[in-house]
């Protein structure tokens, strides 16, 4: 592709190249740079990208998109913000192919993956359609899963995704849309049909700094939406509605002057069902999914299939092909006289919900094992502990993934919160013999939730990644024991 036509979008503060000039690819990592490319130079938290140019050049990159004059002697065009840069360059360089899309984002703390799952069923159910997906486990194109490492991929991945997905037929993309990625223009210049609001609660202030911040990149999905759907019972939707330049629809518990609103809520240890009203329609919602949280999960998926034009029926229906997804309220068979849950309750709010919903339907004990992820809000850790000591029944502190911080560092972190309880604890820092620990002691009745991975299959000590999957510790410690 020519460099004029790669460029028409951006803003252009000074061109040092030939317009002319053939471009073989776009890179924005000097690793990844190949002979022939754009190198596009990002400033990031860990380096400066303007610093990689010459490892870029070294690569053979033809020319470089950056904020400031390369030193190297290299055609150059400068522009004023180059995350935008990328995001713009990456879609004209992939043929736009979310033109070829309706797009859907989900955003919010708590519930995006499972929403967009959701989301992913309703729409193939009621139109027969191919969909896109794209969030923490993986991303799908139809039913064909591809590997992931980020919930919302940078921008260039993101387009490239899209053009695979287009040229594969999918012709909707629901995805996960994360405070980083708004805030870091990994999904710049794209246009959401349905831009949805699940909650907010304490998470990432590591990086957003206060809750107000968070919030406020949040709400930047509902300026790059035609529809927004937004939860009425956060105490954040008011920041999401205030942000909106499109029209909001909104869903609701306990608030009748909502578009959607949930009625006789019942909630098994198996499932919910509920009433859903809107102006014109009371219809029965059943999804195979149990807890509170999944009636707002459900009203999201409803309330977006409503916005992309779906029948009210024909999305109760719908639903109840409904799954739930990998290592969220996920059971793992322990033939026993107690029950292992795994779920992905890894922020206060998460694990407050998973806890408290067990503690109404344990036969016995409430056991919750868990541990703070290091390198990210070391703030979240004290609460965490608070909510375990005042809801379990017993508490197994343990690791997550430490990442470069010393987990007996996290550990001290997580038990100031539990300074004082009376609910009885053990600390037991590896993770794997923690399990192991909670098996051996599990009795008649117990719940034991193993919170925090999730669907992960590894554990990330120091920079290294170690193959570590709860399910097979558990069926492991389980053979082992008579
Ligand atoms: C805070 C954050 O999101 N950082 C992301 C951001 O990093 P950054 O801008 O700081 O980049 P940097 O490492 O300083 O490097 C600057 C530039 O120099 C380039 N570089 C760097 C080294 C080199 O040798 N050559 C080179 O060219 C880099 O490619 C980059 O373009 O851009 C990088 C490139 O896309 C990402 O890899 C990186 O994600 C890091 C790894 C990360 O952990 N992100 C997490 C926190 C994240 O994004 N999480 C969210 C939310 C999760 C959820 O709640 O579900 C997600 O969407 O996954
Ligand atoms: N609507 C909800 N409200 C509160 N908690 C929820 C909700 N939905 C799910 N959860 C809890 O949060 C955990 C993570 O759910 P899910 O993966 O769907 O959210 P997410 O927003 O994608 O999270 P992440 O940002 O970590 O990827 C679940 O395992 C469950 O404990
Ligand atoms: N997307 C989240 C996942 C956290 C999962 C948890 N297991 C941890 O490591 O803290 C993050 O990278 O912050
Ligand atoms: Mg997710």
């Known amino acids: 592709m020519k460099l004029a036509e790669l460029l028409k979008g951006i803003p252009v503060l000074e061109f040092h190249a030939d317009e002319a000039l053939e471009i073989t690819g776009v890179s924005y990592d000097s690793r990844a740079a190949a002979p022939g490319n754009l190198f596009v130079a990002v400033r990031g938290y860990e380096s400066d990208g303007h610093e990689y140019i010459g490892a870029a050049v070294k690569n053979g990159a033809a020319c470089v998109l950056c904020e400031e004059k390369p030193e190297e ?10 995350r935008r840069g990328l995001a713009v360059v990456s879609a004209v360089w992939f043929n736009n192919p979310a033109s070829r899309l ?3 984002g989900v955003t919010g703390t708590n519930g995006k993956t499972t929403t967009t799952h959701l989301i992913k069923t309703l729409i193939e159910k009621c139109s027969g359609a191919k969909v896109g997906l794209i969030g923490t486990n993986y991303n799908m194109i ?3 899963t591809v590997e992931t490492e980020r919930t919302t991929p940078e921008s260039y991945e993101l387009q490239k995704l899209f053009r695979d997905m287009a040229d594969e037929g999918c012709t909707y993309a629901v995805m996960e849309v994360s405070s980083h990625a708004l805030f870091l223009d990994r999904v710049y210049g794209l246009t959401y049909e349905v831009g949805v609001f699940t909650n907010l609660t304490h998470e990432h202030l590591d990086f957003h700094k206060t809750m107000d911040e968070y919030a406020k990149a949040k709400s930047l999905l509902f300026r790059q939406s035609n529809h927004a759907v937004v939860n009425l019972d956060d105490s954040y939707a008011g920041v999401m509605i205030g942000g909106a330049t499109c029209p909001v629809f909104t869903f609701s518990t306990e608030n009748d002057t909502a578009d959607l609103v949930a009625k006789r809520i019942k909630v098994y240890p198996d499932k919910v069902d509920f009433c859903a ?3 014109e329609k009371l219809q029965k919602i059943e999804l195979n999914i149990p807890a509170i949280f999944s009636v707002y999960n459900a009203l999201a998926a409803v309330a977006a299939g409503l916005q992309l034009g779906f029948e009210l029926e024909a999305l109760a229906e719908a639903m109840k092909d409904c799954t739930g997804v990998k290592g969220r309220i996920e059971v793992v068979p322990t033939g026993r006289d107690f029950t292992v849950i795994i779920d992905y309750a890894h922020k206060p709010y998460a694990l407050e919900n998973i806890i408290s ?3 109404e339907f344990a036969p016995g004990r409430v056991v919750t094992l868990f541990g703070c992820g290091g390198d990210r809000d070391a703030t979240k850790r004290p609460l965490m502990g608070e909510i375990a000591a005042r809801l379990s029944d017993y508490v197994i502190v343990t ?3 430490p990442r470069t911080e010393d987990p007996k560092k996290i550990i001290d972190d997580i038990l100031v919160g539990m300074k004082g309880t009376k609910t009885p604890y053990i600390v037991i820092e590896n993770r794997r013999e923690a399990i192991g620990w909670a098996l051996k002691n599990a009795q008649s009745g117990d719940i034991l939730i193993l919170a925090g991975k999730g669907h ?3 554990q990330i000590i120091g920079k290294e990644k170690f193959h ?6 558990v069926r492991e410690f389980l053979s082992a024991i008579s």
């Open 73 to 82: 002697d290299i055609p150059y065009i400068l522009t004023d913000n180059t």
């Open 102 to 104: 309706i797009l859907v």
């Open 142 to 144: 139809g039913d064909r």
């Open 277 to 279: 009203l809107t102006m």
């Open 357 to 359: 919903t067990f503690k």
């Open 399 to 401: 690791s997550d993934n």
């Open 456 to 458: 992960e299959t590894y």
């Open 468 to 473: 570590f999957d709860e399910r097979e510790v």
